[in-house]
């Protein structure tokens, strides 16, 4: 997947869900963390997909 398909997917598909998960993520998020870093790395894993098809074939 070249890069602007992937900034389209994300833009698209993912971003849209961030207010969600940062309110699911404020009961949850332990002490030692902040939710900031949850998202950011949220993120990072997402940047190591090669395509959208392969998160929804994943655990």
Known sequence: MIEADFA???ARE???HETALRRWLRKRVPED???DDVVQETYARLATISAPSAAQNSP
């Open 33 to 35: 963390l902040t939710m």
């Open 14 to 16: 993912i971003l849209p």
């Open 8 to 10: 389209l997917w994300l």
